[in-house]
């Protein structure tokens, strides 16, 4: 029984792909409007941020579905420590949750887990269901789901010059040598191409100290919809979308 399963799978994923050939590589997303979605039911923020988590589960149903290879979400930012404590306790509580709930389902789906950001100072907990889960699904190579956990676009650029600068300093390299491909080497998301979308929910409309190197050439989407709500029809048109756009990086 175990031999069928991939056989299905793959039957599937054929099926989808004729709609959908041509889909962003690389997704970002600012999953913006837990704490108004929650505020608009009348609940603590707690609550947002809680089904703001299952909403991750079907956006990376989706994305695994059209074929996406890599989902970049902003699950916590640098600036985020400044929110008061139980909120903040709280969301350093999901990593552990969503690997305790969802794990089996993402080593079904070959997803990857990775993440990028300060990933040192963050809470013990936290650290180590991480590693968990990233040690579990290190071996998938479906999607890569990568969550940007106390990160800043930043921050990231002052530790990529600072690694470029002890490998001047250790004479792996020279000042000249110095290039995009060596700046974006010493990024957190070495390795990973450019997201070709960034999605951001709740009708906010800036990029909040998100992969800010990285987006240089990204197609924006903006849509009202706060995250909680937000689902694979929406997805799905942000995809469409983006299909219909004329990346041109510069030229014409
Ligand atoms: C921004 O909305 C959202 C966040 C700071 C947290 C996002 C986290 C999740 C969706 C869950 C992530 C899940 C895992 C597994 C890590 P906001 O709180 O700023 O909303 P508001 O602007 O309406 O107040």
């Given at each position: 029984m175990v031999i069928r399963l991939p056989f299905f799978r793959k039957k599937r994923k054929k099926l989808e792909r004729i709609e959908l050939d041509n889909t962003p590589e690389h997704i970002a997303i600012i999953m913006d409007g837990n704490g108004r979605w929650a505020k608009k039911k009348g609940l603590p923020r707690i609550a947002g941020h809680k089904e703001g988590m299952t909403v991750v589960q079907k956006i990376v149903r989706s994305a695994v579905?059209?074929?996406?290879?890599?989902?970049t979400l902003y699950a916590f930012s640098t600036e985020n420590w400044k929110r008061p404590k139980p909120e903040?306790?709280?969301?350093?509580r999901l990593p552990k949750e969503f690997s305790h709930i969802y794990l089996p389902e993402?080593?079904?789906n070959n997803v990857r887990i990775d993440t990028i950001g300060d990933f040192d100072?963050?809470?013990t907990h936290t650290k180590k269901a991480i590693?968990?889960?990233?040690?579990?699904?290190?071996?998938?190579?479906?999607?890569?789901?990568?969550?940007a956990?106390?990160?800043g676009g930043r921050y990231d650029i002052i530790q990529g010059m600072k690694k470029t600068l002890k490998q001047i300093e250790n004479g792996e390299l020279s000042v000249e040598d110095v290039d995009e491909e060596i700046i974006s080497n010493n990024l957190f998301t070495a390795g990973i191409n450019d997201p070709d979308l960034l999605i951001r929910t709740s009708g906010e409309e800036r990029l909040s100290n998100f992969l800010l190197w990285q987006l240089a050439?990204?197609?924006l989407s903006f849509t009202d919809v706060l995250w909680p709500d937000f689902n694979e029809e929406l997805f799905k048109k942000a995809i469409l979308d983006y299909k219909k756009?004329?990346?041109r990086y510069g030229g014409i």
């Open positions: 579905k059209y074929d996406v290879k890599v989902l903040v306790d709280f969301l350093m993402m080593m079904e100072s963050l809470p590693n968990h889960a990233k040690e579990k699904t290190k071996n998938n190579d479906g999607l890569l789901l990568n969550f956990l106390n990160y050439y990204t197609e756009r004329k990346r």
